[in-house]
């Protein structure tokens, strides 16, 4: 949105240029060439006086303030010391120094002009003034919505960690009820998982072999407390992992995999990751034997959908659907 206010700067930079080369070539060719510089440069300087003059000054200080009477009056006031002035210059200059144009004198001809061209200059203040507030509006805006989606996508993480810690101690305490020898490992993931969410989670984004590591640990912690292990394929065709994404984005998946996907009192779990990567857009696709096709599937990724949302309004694929007793979901997005 600066960026904005910066072109909106140069714009009216060219149209002042524009309208200053306007008048010299047409002033130039129609009287002399010292007398048409003369007389666009007091044009441009004294329409220049009462544009600026009325946007950022009158309307600002009076008209906005519901001062209308106040500004009626200052703008009078305003406009005949604008127009006693120019006619003052151009009488000195264009009457008496560089050419003797009795045109520009004290007649009323003269004053006509000038109190015309400088009451259309001042009603250029009005649009002025409503395009800057239009800008600044859209810039108000653009902060309201930046600040309203870092919110949310702070409360939508917030919201995936305090779950996966609920499911994780309910795993751990079941084996310590059991007397699991494995609870002293469950417990050593665990908190290695809480250093990334301590160190890495709270950033906007993080290197992609951090989150591979991440989903490997969680993954792991997982498969401990199985009877019968899930029959994982991990397919990892990226060239390289040094591509930031945003923290907790593919976690979701796997989650649901271990969520809605396994059936602890069956062998037969069985589950592919894929990841990929074409013309810097990563693909992310989890397909596994799904033995509950309720509603709780599709619930459970609605996070990650508003995440995506937020994060890439435009540039993500989503797709999730069940197949001959598969689940199959995948996503894709942008990546840097």
Same mark, same amino acid.
């Given at each position: ?35 048409? /510089?003369?007389?666009?440069?007091? !044009?441009?300087? #004294?329409? $220049?006086?009462? =544009?600026?003059?009325?946007?950022? *000054? %009158? ?42 144009? /009795?045109?520009?004198?004290?007649? !009323?001809?003269? #004053?006509? $002009?000038?109190? =015309?061209?400088?009451?259309?200059? *001042? %009603? ?213």
């Amino acid at each position: 949105m600066k960026q904005d206010r910066i072109n909106f700067r140069l714009i009216q930079i060219v149209l002042w240029l524009i309208v200053y080369a306007m008048l010299l070539i047409y002033l130039s060719q129609k009287i002399s060439w010292i007398i048409g /510089l003369t007389t666009a440069t007091i !044009f441009i300087f #004294f329409f $220049f006086i009462t =544009v600026y003059g009325n946007a950022n *000054f %009158l309307i600002k200080r009076f008209f906005l303030q519901k001062k209308h009477w106040q500004y009626s009056i200052y703008s009078v006031f305003f406009l005949g010391i604008i127009v006693f002035f120019r006619m003052l210059v151009e009488d000195q200059l264009l009457n008496k120094y560089v050419g003797k144009h /009795l045109f520009y004198g004290w007649n !009323f001809s003269h #004053f006509s $002009f000038v109190l =015309v061209t400088q009451f259309l200059a *001042f %009603l250029f203040g009005f649009l002025l003034r409503i395009s800057i507030d239009y800008v600044d509006l859209l810039h108000t805006q653009e902060i309201l919505k930046n600040k309203q989606l870092t919110s949310e996508l702070d409360l939508l993480k917030a919201q995936v960690q305090p779950h996966f810690l609920f499911n994780t101690l309910n795993n751990i305490y079941s084996l310590s009820v059991s007397n699991s020898p494995q609870t002293s490992e469950m417990i050593a993931k665990l908190s290695d998982m809480m250093r990334y969410f301590v160190d890495e989670a709270t950033k906007e984004k993080v290197m992609l072999d951090t989150e591979i590591k991440f989903l490997e640990n969680y993954i792991e912690l997982e498969q401990i407390r199985m009877l019968n292990p899930l029959k994982l394929t991990f397919r990892n065709e990226l060239p390289n992992q040094h591509f930031l994404v945003p923290p907790m984005l593919l976690m979701p998946f796997v989650e649901n995999v271990f969520k809605h996907g396994v059936n602890k009192t069956m062998k037969d779990n069985e589950a592919e990751i894929s990841l990929s990567l074409a013309d810097n857009i990563l693909k992310y696709t989890v397909k596994n034997k799904t033995f509950s096709q309720d509603a709780g599937v599709w619930r459970s990724l609605a996070n990650l959908q508003k995440r995506l949302a937020l994060l890439y309004p435009d540039s993500f694929e989503f797709t999730a659907y069940c197949k001959d007793t598969y689940f199959n979901a995948s996503l894709s997005f942008p990546v840097s």
